[in-house]
């Protein structure tokens, strides 16, 4: 069971990327999503999370008017839109399945954390 996140890659600042989240092994109707990020000698810190029907969205302070979470149940992939992209959004993202808000708090509820995929923002 295992959340893969993909899409990211090298962008400008004030660029945008899409993230997506697909899952292997299972469906991702029933569970809330979360993104997460993290940076070499940071701890991994949450970004947004979606309920499983798709009508709430919750986000950290630092992306909010920035980034989207929507979600696809039926390509069973959830995404994170990326605008505005800063130099401090540089990190690592992952996807998991998580317990809910508050984003801050939010923890990973099964499954692997997989590699992540790298998004890098140049100035």
């Known amino acids: 069971v295992q959340l893969q996140a993909s899409g990211g890659g090298l962008v400008q600042a004030e660029g945008s990327l899409r993230l997506s989240c697909a899952a292997s092994?299972?469906?991702?109707?029933?569970?809330?999503i979360g993104w997460f990020r993290q940076t070499p000698g940071k701890e991994r810190e949450g970004v947004s999370c979606?309920?499983?029907?798709?009508?709430?969205?919750y986000y950290v302070d630092s992306v909010k008017g920035r980034f989207t979470i929507p979600r696809d149940n039926a390509k069973n992939t959830v995404y994170l839109q990326m605008n505005s992209l800063k130099p401090e959004d540089t990190a690592v993202y992952y996807c998991?399945?998580?317990?809910?808000?508050?984003?801050?708090?939010?923890?990973?509820?099964?499954?692997?954390w997989g590699q992540g995929t790298q998004v890098t923002v140049s100035s």
């Open positions: 998991m399945t998580v317990d809910g808000p508050p984003v801050a708090t939010m923890s990973a509820t099964f499954g692997s």
């Open positions: 092994g299972f469906t991702l109707d029933y569970y809330a």
């Open positions: 979606i309920s499983s029907s798709g009508g709430s969205t």
